[in-house]
């Protein structure tokens, strides 16, 4: 068993480094990020800012710490323990009082005899002092002879010693203060078991994860047309309780110009939403989130999923056949990216969470090409997923690839079309 925390700052710009411990700052007691598997040690100011980090802990933990390396100065939480039932305890049998026994009559002190007596008849005579003879003082001066005083030598005065004048002192180049401002919080997530995720009665954190190159048009229009019905699958498996979110992804040989870079659609978007990646071979991978996870969002993702496709956000490029699906995974379910954490906005805990990805192709990775690369890359992402319970529901058409293994490991669903027929089936399979 575990317990599970989030551990956020929320004031303070240090850049750390971080570490998480629990109960002392000891290395064999550093905590354990959830998504990673990993310690949650050498932790950046942006992966505890402003989302915080999820990280776990033995069950027997009864303190955190978040420890400032640079600083050598943490902030501590000591876990609430559950208050144990006492034990009643008996009362003690009364003992008997024990019998007096009688104190001994104590020894009188003697009373010392303090009389005396004085002789008064005896006087001692005092003796008359000797006296003191007076001093003669009188004496004559002859003032006849007169002593001349010797003139006296004149003293002649030193040549002063020039003084030197003293070399500057270069002023030191004052050291910068080290940034130590911070405070944390410390928030309990109960977090799940790893591949023991929540029903969809729960909640429902959605994103779909869309392949924007020219080849989906036409799967992108069917989406669509069949969002209200695929949205009211979702509202109904959870209760009303659902998040969405959309992120597409398509590959240039430009860092700064795509089919849309220019359009305002594309333009108004906050830079954090996107992701533009320099690949190798002179290729770019270019991953966009359209919209972000919001409470019941329906509306709003409805509004932005019909931007896609039209003037207003044209379809992307794919050059070579396989894309960069395996990166659009990566950012929407890990805090891999430094500053493009979780992409489609941080999954909530104890709720269904799904990425569903609808793509064509095989996996590309940063260079434009489906190799062993890409395999080892996928493989890296199916161990996070899994301890994070995110399932990955795979819509495609595409021969089969790492992808599926990406959504078997992650107790998704592998589906051999993106019709919205396709997607609904496959919402309601994982939410039995």
Do not use: H
Not at 94 to 100: D, E, I, Q, V, Y
Not at 272 to 298: A, C, D, H, L, P
């Amino acid at each position: 068993m575990a317990k599970y925390y989030n551990i956020k700052l929320t004031s303070g710009t240090s850049n750390g480094p971080y570490t998480i411990y629990y109960n002392s700052v000891s290395a064999s007691n550093v905590a354990t990020i959830v998504s990673l598997g990993t310690p949650a040690s050498g932790l950046t100011y942006n992966d505890v800012y402003p989302n915080g980090i999820n990280v776990s802990v033995p069950n027997f933990a009864t303190s955190l710490y978040a420890y400032n390396t640079s600083c050598n100065d943490y902030r501590s939480f000591i876990l609430p323990t559950p208050t144990p039932t006492p034990t009643p305890t008996t009362s003690p049998t009364p003992t008997s009082s024990p019998t007096p026994t009688s104190s001994p009559t104590p020894t009188p002190t003697p009373t010392p005899n303090c009389e005396f007596d004085v002789d008064l008849g005896v006087v001692t005579a005092t003796p008359t002092p000797t006296p003191t003879p007076t001093i003669d003082c009188r004496f004559d001066v002859d003032l006849n002879v007169v002593t001349a005083t010797p003139t006296p030598t004149p003293t002649s005065s030193p040549t002063p010693t020039p003084t030197s004048t003293p070399t500057p002192t270069e002023t030191p180049t004052p050291t910068p203060t080290l940034d130590c401002t911070f405070d944390a919080t410390f928030t309990e997530t109960f977090g799940e078991t790893p591949g023991e995720g929540a029903p969809c009665s729960s909640g429902m954190d959605v994103v779909f994860l869309v392949d924007n190159t020219g080849s989906m048009g036409t799967a992108i229009d069917g989406v669509k047309t069949s969002i209200a019905s695929i949205a009211s699958t979702i509202q109904t498996e959870s209760n009303n309780n659902y998040r969405l979110g959309l992120v597409i992804f398509d590959e240039y040989t430009s860092q700064t110009v795509s089919n849309y870079s220019s359009k305002t659609a594309y333009t108004s978007l906050p830079s954090s939403q996107k992701y533009v990646n320099v690949g190798v071979g002179g290729k770019y991978q270019w991953i966009t989130s359209v919209e972000m996870m919001q409470t019941n969002n329906q509306t709003s993702f409805t509004t932005q999923l019909n931007k896609l496709n039209t003037t207003n956000f044209p379809l992307g490029n794919g050059e070579n056949y396989p894309e960069p699906s395996d990166m659009g995974v990566d950012l929407i379910g890990t805090s891999d990216k430094v500053g493009y954490e979780y992409f489609a906005g941080t999954f909530r805990s104890n709720v269904s969470k799904l990425i569903i990805l609808i793509t064509d192709a095989t996996p590309g990775g940063n260079d434009d090409n489906y190799t062993a690369t890409d395999i080892t890359y996928i493989n890296t992402l199916v161990t996070p997923l899994y301890n994070q319970n995110i399932k990955v529901l795979l819509m495609t058409t595409a021969s089969t690839n790492a992808l599926y293994t990406l959504a078997t490991g992650t107790n998704g669903i592998v589906s051999s079309g993106f019709s919205g027929a396709n997607i609904i089936t496959a919402i309601q399979n994982i939410c039995p």
